[in-house]
């Protein structure tokens, strides 16, 4: 059975930095495609970045450009770097996984996708 655990978050003020660690127990993190997803009070569930097994990375256009996702296979850690701060960037963060499948293809930033789910980390952008 897959887990996930989520770390990093905060509070911080505009401007600033986080990174944030999702660490996968249970199985081998290869061949596994990883997100993070963020949700606010009222909100739909939106997909921040995705990295998949093969290397491939998507992001949203709301972070392009100050998120990096990044993988560490032999940790069984996914990161989310979050540079240059804003107030809407604040939200609980999940990190979600994807076991191997058979099916060809997915959509890498849609919820659906996912099977597992971490309980979030929570961050705060504010003056």
């Known amino acids: 059975q897959v887990q996930l655990a989520e770390s990093g978050g905060g509070s911080v003020q505009p401007g600033e930095s986080l990174r944030l660690s999702c660490v996968l127990s249970g199985d081998n993190l290869r061949r596994h495609d990883m997100a993070w997803f963020r949700q606010i009070p009222q909100k739909e569930r939106e997909g921040v970045a995705g990295?998949?097994?093969?290397?491939?990375?998507i992001y949203s256009d709301s972070v392009k450009g100050r998120f990096t996702i990044s993988r560490d296979d032999a940790k069984k850690t996914l990161y989310l770097q979050m540079n240059s701060l804003k107030p809407e960037d604040s939200a609980m963060y999940y990190c979600a996984d994807r076991p191997p499948q058979a099916t060809m293809g997915f959509a890498p930033l849609a919820e659906w996708e996912y099977r597992y789910w971490g309980k979030g980390t929570q961050v705060t952008v504010s003056s």
């Open positions: 990295a998949t097994a093969n290397g491939q990375v």
